[in-house]
């Protein structure tokens, strides 16, 4: 297959493909697209950036299009599982785009989201759900889901998701629909956790496989500095001042994601961040803020490593090294995408050496190594900019929580029942007010008192004091 005309797709199909401009497929797709509308198992590996979400999602829209009005159990057709939330969503835009006018309808089920929104899209008639493990494993002991009428199943990054220990949920998921569905499973590697998964999983599949998969693309170019813990934000910055384009930029640590985003911030980089304890609302403000242009840099931890489908990214930066060589790929895969050039630069101390040749004799690559001369008028300016916001920042918080401590102005209430006995109500009138020696005056409250409210009795009466500013009020209720 050359050209996607060449396939026999709906005309709805057509035109969104059409009006979206793919015309001509990737590898990946060219070769695991006319299997796949022929209803067999696919696996496909491939590099990340290369196709592969289009590659299943014009198969299942037009697998479902074609059975649409048959019978079947329950309206769930095709569930299509994905390790990240973000991922998760990326896909369903696919699946948007590709599907408008088709009638199919989606859902997304992930955590970290409302649930009953999500039950609701269920409801309404979605075919397809596109899906986190944990949240739909946790919908189907619930009882909230039926999949006993899936015919397709996709595993979107396999291998990322027994990364991240959901091979018991994918088992349940997978035994909760009927054996004889097709599926489609699309990874970057494939590893021994893998196969065992594709043999238990895939009947009879047709194997594709684009490119190297130990190593990351070759029009990525792979530069390594070696510098010193405490200088790496002032390479970043050098790198950000010399180079154009956006910046994806990796740390370790949720922790150390916080505050090199803020210190960019601090000396006048528009960044942002992305990382697992931040709530999905962030999360999503976050990328589309990266990928409107609104942020240059995109500070994330590995979780979004798989997660972040974003076109156009020039550069990557490992500000830390990642803990085994594979991630090392799907880190650099978020550059050159789309046939583009892209830089993935690491940076690494004296002490790290011995990692760099781990990961170069594991992906059987070589990086360039580059020096970095150190500006000291830049370094004095960075360290002045930050020291000076983390002052303000430190007064701001303080008086915040000065604010916070502050008194409140509150209300003390006294009951008086005035000649209320054995005989009944006193005809005595009740007294509002003392003299200096604490006996009653008997007089009627000044004109500061403003009537708010009464009692049953005739003579229960409420008055709150206006009182001094700032000071304190009193309801007198008799």
Partial sequence: MKEFSELNLSSAIRSNLAKHGFVTPTPVQAQAIPPALEGKDVVATAQTGTGKTLGFALPVLQRLVESQGKPGTGNIRAVVLSPTRELAIQINETFMKIGGNTGVRTAVVVGGMDESRQLRAIRAGAQIVIATPGRLVDFLQRRLVDLRGVNIAVLDEADRMLDMGFLPSLKQILSAMPEGRQTLLFSATIEKSVSHLVESSVRNPVRIAIGAITKPAEHVDLHVYEIEQGHKLDLLQQLLRNQDGSFLVFSRTKHGADRLARNLERTGVNATRIHGDRTQGQRNAALAGFKEGK???????????????????????????????????????????????????????????????????????????????????????????????????????QQQSARAAAPTSHVVRKSFVAGVGAKGPSSKKPSFGRSASGKSTGSKPANKHKKVGGGSAPWRKEWRSAGPAGGRREAVTV
């Fill in 295 to 397: 942020f240059r840099v995109l500070v994330a931890t590995d979780v979004a490593a798989r997660g972040i489908h974003v076109d156009g990214i020039a550069h990557v930066v490992n500000f830390d090294l990642p803990q085994v060589p594979e991630d090392f790929i799907h880190r650099a895969g978020r550059t050159g995408r789309a046939g583009l050039r892209g830089i993935a630069s690491t940076f690494s101390t004296r002490a790290e050496r011995s990692e760099i040749r781990r990961i170069e004799r594991a992906l059987n690559v070589k990086m360039q190594q580059l020096p970095f001369t150190a500006n000291a008028a830049s370094m004095a300016a960075n360290a002045k900019m930050i020291a000076e916001a983390e002052i303000r920042e430190a007064v701001e918080e």
